[in-house]
Each structure stands twice: as C-alpha cells, then as structure tokens.
C-alpha cells in the first residue's frame, strides 16, 4: 500500500528531501500529545514560519505584477490573499484536510474542518517545503497552486468576497455596508461607505462608485482581522511558554 505522504507529494508534484518535515506540517498539537512516545512535533513552529514565508513571497509577487500601485493598496491586496478563508480554500482545493494527523478529541470535534486548523496546516506546510527546498521551491508552489485561482488578480481582488467567507468561516456575524456620505458634484461624486460586523464598524472605504467604496472598505476590514488573528497567535504562543 502507497504510503500517505508519498501520494500527498505525488500530488503536489514536489519531493522532500526530509520527509519528516513534511510530516511534522501535518501533525496538530492533539495527535502529539496523544503520543508522546513516538517523540513527534506538532506544526505550531512550522506554521510561524510559513506564516512569514507566505507573506514575503506574496508581497514580492504584488510588488512585481503592480509596479505602480501604491503602499497601501498592495498592504489590501496582501491581506486579502493571506486572510484565514484564502488560505482554507486552497487548503481543501490540495486535498490537505484529508493528510492532517489529529488526536481522537479534535477528530471527534470535527476539527478536520475547522477554518484556522486548516489555514495553520497550509501555512506550516509552506515552512517545511522552504526548510527543505528552500524560497524558490515556496514561490514556485504559491505560482502553482494559488496565483492561477486568486480571485480576478488582474483587474483587483474581490475583497466583498473574500470578507464574506472569512466571516462565515470563523465570526458567524452578519456584515452589512452603510453609505455615510455622499459629496461632490454629479459629475464627480464620491462615496464614503463603512463596513459593520455585528454592529461595529471595521472598515470605511472612499470611491467614485458605491461598488469601489465597498471593495475598499471591505479590504480595510479584511486587513484589521488578519492582523487581530495574527496577535491572538502571538498570545497563543506567550501563554503556552
């Protein structure tokens, strides 16, 4: 019988030097723990890794493709792409769900599904593929496997979309868009829109259409819930130390 993580890599199209570390990148902190006398390490390390090896290779690929685009809008671009529902769906278009080592409690809790295993376990996998293939090999792979199925790159990221999901995914909170301003002559008018999860405001986006507004306040939003992920992981690893 073909071993799991030969056909994970025959699918992948990759080979591991260590294949240890492509177990490791798989293994949840539940399985390890489960069995501590087979010495294994879970993927929390690997998953800080990829974490910033994703954004590096992200940021040099929107820095390339928009060469005139400015700070803030490829910041936007940046998080739509790297936000907890991008990386789930290609999480589960890889098949990733189906190799992931889980302890019987969070197997159980159906924890095969959940968004933020899902997004750490890709994440982690992109840090064992750069410590044994090194950047080239995580480029090479994002160029593969996310860029061709980013939602329309080249005219703009669908961030209603993307907030849409992520919000589905791990808030369950209805997002609603209010207009709360609308100034300058007809021929020139703009929109100022806000974004509200559960009643908060957590984006406001300007636009010479409601539709631009919108996309802009929802970028905004996404950039927020990434960086609050992003210190409930820092926490997460202070309070475990």
Same mark, same amino acid.
Request: aromatic share 8%; with cysteine; charged share 30%.
């Given at each position: ?10 699918? /992948?199209?990759? @080979? ?5 570390? !492509?177990? @490791?990148? *798989?293994? =949840? %902190? ?8 087979? =010495?294994? +390490? ?6 800080? !890794? ?5 954004? #590096?290779?992200?940021? &040099? ?23 907890? %529902?991008? #990386? ?5 278009? #890889? ?6 080592? /889980?302890?019987? $409690? ?10 933020? !295993?899902?997004?750490?376990? *890709?994440?982690? *996998?992109?840090?064992? #593929?750069?410590?044994? @293939? ?8 994002? =160029? ?11 005219? $703009?990221? &669908? ?24 100034? $300058?002559? %007809?021929?020139?008018?703009? *929109? ?7 009643? +908060? ?5 300007? $636009? ?6 919108? @996309? ?26």
């Amino acid at each position: 019988m073909q071993s799991k993580w030969l056909e994970l890599q025959e699918l /992948l199209n990759l @080979q591991f030097k260590d294949v240890n570390l !492509l177990k @490791q990148a *798989f293994t =949840h %902190a539940s399985y390890r723990n489960e069995h501590r006398k087979l =010495h294994v +390490e879970d993927n929390e390390r690997l998953e800080f !890794l990829g974490d910033a090896v994703l954004e #590096l290779v992200v940021s &040099d690929f929107l820095y390339r493709t928009y060469p005139r685009m400015p700070e803030g809008e490829l910041t936007r671009m940046r998080a739509a792409i790297v936000c907890e %529902a991008s #990386l789930v769906r290609f999480a589960k278009r #890889l098949s990733f769900d189906q190799y992931i080592r /889980l302890g019987r $409690g969070e197997e159980r809790s159906g924890g095969r599904s959940r968004p933020a !295993l899902l997004a750490d376990v *890709f994440e982690a *996998f992109l840090g064992a #593929l750069y410590l044994d @293939q090194g950047l080239e090999a995580v480029r090479q792979f994002v =160029h593969t496997h996310m860029v061709p199925y980013l939602p329309d790159v080249s005219a $703009g990221l &669908d961030y209603k979309t993307a907030l849409q999901e992520f919000v589905q995914q791990r808030h369950q909170t209805p997002v609603r868009y209010v207009i709360v301003e609308e100034r $300058g002559p %007809a021929h020139a008018r703009e *929109f100022v829109v806000q974004v509200e999860l559960g009643g +908060e405001v957590r984006g406001v986006g300007i $636009g010479r259409s409601k539709k631009e507004a919108e @996309q802009q306040a929802a970028a905004m939003a996404l950039a927020s819930l990434s960086e609050e992920r992003s210190e409930e992981r820092v926490r997460g690893v202070s309070e475990t130390d």
